[in-house]
């Protein structure tokens, strides 16, 4: 994001934000005006959510393995003096076994995706990766609207590892949901390959 959308504060100045109002983030002692999203951030987010919700949230009709919370654009408290609003998150029913409610949401969340636009590449592969390395976020994704790619990463003491870079026309299994394919370019627009169809 560009410093315009940026200023010093103190969490109290971020809670003293009404709710309705709040489409901000608190990081590192600045408020952080998020920027509204466009049509293809907001496709790509929802190509997330359709790609790893329905198997995932839990068990329908045996259509997947369940295990997880998946939710969009809450407020998670990290750290305790850091909120972010990741574009899609998620907790481990094993870690969190109820459903993680309240405003902000205090557990540390398992995975996370962010959808990178050209207006706030950096803040997302550089400065909010590293506040996700140090609250010990397990599963990191960057779904990049610039080059249409997905990066995946799992966390190590070092920083994030990443595991595959993959782009439009590749179908693939990402860590931490490796039991189903995703089709990347669905993230971007594209219509699901045909049955078969690889």
Not at 128 to 157: E, G, P
Request: include cysteine; charge should be negative.
């Amino acid at each position: 994001m560009n410093k315009s959308n940026r200023r010093g504060g103190t969490l109290t100045e971020f809670w003293a934000i009404p709710e309705s109002q709040r489409f901000h983030e608190f990081v590192g002692g600045e408020l952080i005006e998020k920027a509204a999203p466009s049509g293809e951030h907001g496709d790509a987010q929802a190509g997330v959510v359709s790609a790893v919700r329905p198997p995932f949230q839990r068990r329908l009709g045996g259509g997947g393995p369940g295990g997880w919370w998946i939710a969009t654009e809450v407020e998670v408290l990290l750290d305790k003096s850091d909120v972010v609003r990741p574009d899609v998150v998620g907790w481990r029913r094993q870690s969190s076994p109820e459903r993680p409610t309240g405003t902000p949401v205090r557990q540390r969340p398992d995975w996370i995706c962010e959808i990178v636009s050209p207006s706030d590449a950096k803040d997302d592969t550089v400065e909010k990766l590293r506040l996700y390395h140090r609250a010990a976020t397990t599963h990191h994704w960057i779904v990049d609207l610039r080059d249409a790619t997905v990066t995946v990463m799992r966390w190590s003491a070092d920083g994030y590892v990443t595991l595959q870079r993959a782009e439009r026309g590749e179908i693939i299994r990402a860590e931490p949901f490796e039991a189903i394919e995703i089709a990347v370019g669905t993230l971007f627009g594209d219509d699901p390959p045909e049955p078969g169809q690889r």
